[in-house]
Every structure is written in structure tokens, then in C-alpha cells.
Antibody, heavy 125, light 113 residues
């Protein structure tokens, strides 16, 4: 059974930093691209970032580019999101998600087939 | 960026009746190589993470009831629930995975009339 367990969320002041983690199990972590998606309270879904299977290719939404860094440790089956220079508008539930098996190379994009339960990030003074 | 526009924002349908949700992309998401549309549909129930229903615009994910169907091509897509059940109350999102940034529609909330 695929399981994705996010951690690291919490309350942080504007300008602060947080690092989210996502512990994966139930599948061969190193074989799949991984994605972060966020959802502000009462709002819709926003794609944040994706990382290839090896970690060699990453992409970001313009809203977080230059402030957030996605990474992974395949030896630990863990996905990360380092968030710096946080703003009030970054307040959201952050979901870790596994990409579908469709893509077999780094220049390919696909849908998400499993989601974690999410971790809440609140940016406020 | 490809903008995904869903309509309506919400709809109320009687149990057993058909629900239709529309999704329009600002540019085509049809892959020239595979002749497939890079469009997925997700269902999100209150307090829960989303769940994928449909990929490639019309391919039902394993375990998804056959009352859910996807159609459309190019820029115009539809998710249809043929006979609404109580457990289908949720918000539905379309997403394109044709190009970065991957983008979601704004969501359509489905309720029971």
C-alpha cells in the first residue's frame, strides 16, 4: 500500500523558513517523480514543484521559484521541500504526491496517482 | 502558462441524476506524438486529499466507478457523473500535465439537490 506521510509544517513568521519532509513507503520511491501541491484555506489546488526520479531535474511554479527548493533522498525514501522567505500567501496545506508510472524520462510530465494527507503551513506574525 | 477554466463553480444535482462539469484549457493539451490529451480529473472530499479519477482525458483509474466518465479533446473537456450518488459530493478539479507549470482548474463543487 502506497503511503506518503508529510511532516514539518507549522506556524512561521513572514520571512522565515521551513523544511517539509515526506516519508514514502509501499512503492519503489526511486522509480517515480514526486510532486508538491498546495491548497490555501478554502481555495483550490496549486501545483508547486516536481522532481524527477533521480533528482536531476526540477521545476517550480513561478510563485515559489527562487524561494523554494525541492529535493529527495532515494536512500531514505524521502522527499523534501525547503521553503525560504515565506510570505502570508504561502499559507496552505502542502501535499506530497507520487507521480504516475507513465513517465520514464526526466522531460516528461504526468498526473499524480497518490497523495499524502497534507501538512499545514501558516505564515503569520 | 496554460490556464484551466472550469464551469460551473458549483452545481446541485438530484440523486440518480447526471452531473456535468466542464473544463477549458487556454491552449491545446493534445499531444502530437501520442494523440492523447494530457488532462486529468481529481475528486476531493471535504477534509481529504484529492483522488485521481481520470487520466488522458478519458481513461478511468483502477477502482473508479464507471458512472464517472471523461471526454473531450484539444481545449474542451467534460467530466460526467452519470447517476449521482451521495458519496460523490465533493469538489472536482481538472489538471493539465502537457507543460510546466502544471495547472489546475478552479474546481467545481457538486452537491445534492
Amino acid at each position: 500500500e502506497v503511503q506518503l506521510l508529510e511532516s514539518g509544517g507549522g506556524l512561521v513568521q513572514p520571512g522565515g523558513s521551513l523544511r517539509l519532509s515526506c516519508a514514502a513507503s509501499g512503492f519503489t520511491f526511486s522509480s517515480y517523480a514526486m510532486t508538491w501541491v498546495r491548497q490555501a484555506p478554502g481555495k483550490g489546488l496549486e501545483w508547486v514543484s516536481v522532481i524527477s526520479r533521480t533528482g536531476g531535474t526540477t521545476y517550480y511554479a513561478d510563485s515559489v521559484k527562487g524561494r523554494f527548493t525541492i529535493s529527495r533522498d532515494n536512500s531514505k525514501n524521502t522527499l523534501y521541500l525547503q521553503m525560504n522567505s515565506l510570505r502570508a500567501e504561502d499559507t496552505a496545506a502542502y501535499y506530497c504526491a507520487k507521480d504516475s508510472p507513465y513517465c520514464t524520462n526526466d522531460n516528461c510530465f504526468s498526473w499524480v496517482d497518490y497523495w499524502g494527507q497534507g501538512t499545514l503551513v501558516a505564515v503569520s506574525s | 502558462d496554460i490556464v484551466m477554466t472550469q464551469s460551473p463553480d458549483s452545481l446541485a444535482v438530484s440523486l440518480g441524476e447526471r452531473a456535468t462539469i466542464n473544463c477549458k484549457s487556454s491552449q491545446s493539451v493534445l499531444s502530437s506524438s501520442g494523440n492523447r490529451n494530457s488532462l486529468a480529473w481529481y475528486q476531493q472530499k471535504p477534509g481529504r486529499p484529492p483522488k485521481v479519477l481520470i487520466n488522458w482525458a478519458s481513461t478511468r483509474e483502477s477502482g473508479v466507478p464507471d458512472r464517472f466518465s471523461g471526454s473531450g479533446s484539444g481545449t474542451d473537456f467534460t467530466l460526467t457523473i452519470s447517476s449521482l450518488q451521495a458519496e460523490d459530493v465533493a469538489t472536482y478539479y481538472c489538471q493539465q500535465y502537457y507543460s510546466i507549470p502544471l495547472t489546475f482548474g478552479g474546481g467545481t463543487k457538486v452537491e445534492i439537490k
